[in-house]
């Protein structure tokens, strides 16, 4: 599912939810021209176990909290979600998945969101046109810890 409560979008019969990068077909096209290879089957393996590890599927549900935080301070917010990489977009768009609908997202806004964050010591991908990721390496208290400080960014964000 991605961070919004979307569901992802499979291409492949149900293997790696390539629409989800934003890309559609061309990436789902290309990998799985890759999985025809010797070479290529065992990398798209690695990737789908990494893509669909249920560990980091429940990490990135308890992100879905920053989200939520966001909802609540009345911030238009959306994210885009593959595994453990997201996007973050300060936009009353539905979705995004083009650049053109990327860069119609609020810079500036994101801009103090990422600022505010760091200054209570989280470090976030800092741009609107970077992705960020939750691993294996998060435990939950850093994902609380995270999804606080955002709850407190948010009910303070005036632009």
Same mark, same amino acid.
């Given at each position: 599912?991605?961070?919004? %409560?979307?569901?992802? @979008?499979?291409?492949? %019969?149900?293997?790696?939810?390539?629409?989800? @990068?934003? /890309?559609?077909?061309?990436?789902?096209?290309?990998?799985?021209?890759?999985? +025809?290879?010797?070479?290529?089957?065992?990398?798209?393996?690695?990737?789908?176990?990494?893509?669909?590890?249920?560990?980091?599927?429940?990490?990135? &549900?308890?992100?879905?909290?920053?989200?939520?935080? /966001?909802?609540? /301070?009345? @911030?238009?917010?959306? !994210?885009?979600?593959?595994?453990?990489?997201? %996007? @973050?977009?300060? !936009?009353?768009?539905?979705?995004?998945?083009?650049?053109?609908?990327? !860069?119609?997202?609020?810079?500036?806004?994101?801009? &103090?969101?990422?600022?505010?964050?760091?200054? +209570?010591?989280?470090?976030? &991908?800092?741009?609107?046109?970077?992705? %960020?990721?939750?691993?294996?390496?998060?435990?939950? /208290?850093?994902?609380?810890? !995270?999804?606080?400080?955002?709850?407190?960014?948010?009910?303070?964000?005036?632009?």
């Amino acid at each position: 599912m991605f961070l919004d %409560g979307r569901q992802k @979008i499979r291409t492949d %019969g149900g293997h790696a939810p390539a629409r989800g @990068i934003g /890309a559609g077909e061309a990436i789902a096209q290309k990998l799985k021209e890759l999985a +025809r290879t010797a070479r290529g089957v065992r990398w798209y393996e690695q990737f789908l176990e990494l893509v669909e590890d249920p560990e980091i599927d429940a990490r990135v &549900a308890e992100a879905q909290k920053l989200v939520q935080a /966001a909802l609540d /301070a009345g @911030i238009p917010l959306t !994210t885009n979600q593959v595994g453990g990489m997201f %996007g @973050i977009f300060f !936009t009353e768009a539905d979705q995004v998945t083009d650049y053109a609908g990327a !860069t119609a997202c609020d810079v500036a806004r994101f801009r &103090a969101f990422f600022h505010a964050m760091l200054a +209570r010591g989280q470090y976030l &991908a800092p741009s609107a046109f970077e992705a %960020g990721f939750v691993s294996a390496a998060h435990a939950e /208290a850093d994902l609380a810890a !995270t999804c606080a400080a955002a709850g407190e960014v948010f009910s303070r964000f005036r632009l």
